[in-house]
């Protein structure tokens, strides 16, 4: 395999798994999206047996799932892919701390694999060649 072969692979793996996990997160909070009162009062519930208060659960549950859907759609893009990959690792460390408080460790396991998969592809944001970000950064031609 030649050298440019390799390089076309890497940025053609790079590009698939960032809109796999796209996807993914685009479809968590699209989900949601429709039933936000529902998602965000079932939440509360889930968390009244924590130390966190009630408004503050609330107003988490109503932003994970727009939050959610925009990382997802900009990363099928390719859009600002940096500042998204480092806003999913945040929201999911947001979602492993509570889920670490309710003690669900089959969910933070789950959640520790994201952060290894959003790690894994800013780690290698030097392969984005398949992106919006990639086409609006390259030169045009005059």
Known sequence: MTTEARKCDLALAHA???IGLGINIAIHGLARIGIISTFAEDTVKMFARTFLPSPLVRATAYCIPPVESVIGLLLIAGLFLRPMLILGLLLMFQLM???????QWQV???QLF???FYALLLATSGWDYYSVDFWRKKPQAT
């Open 108 to 110: 933070v396991a789950l």
């Open 16 to 18: 698939l798994a960032r």
């Open 97 to 103: 701390f509570g889920m670490g408080l309710l003690q």
């Open 114 to 116: 994201y952060v290894g």
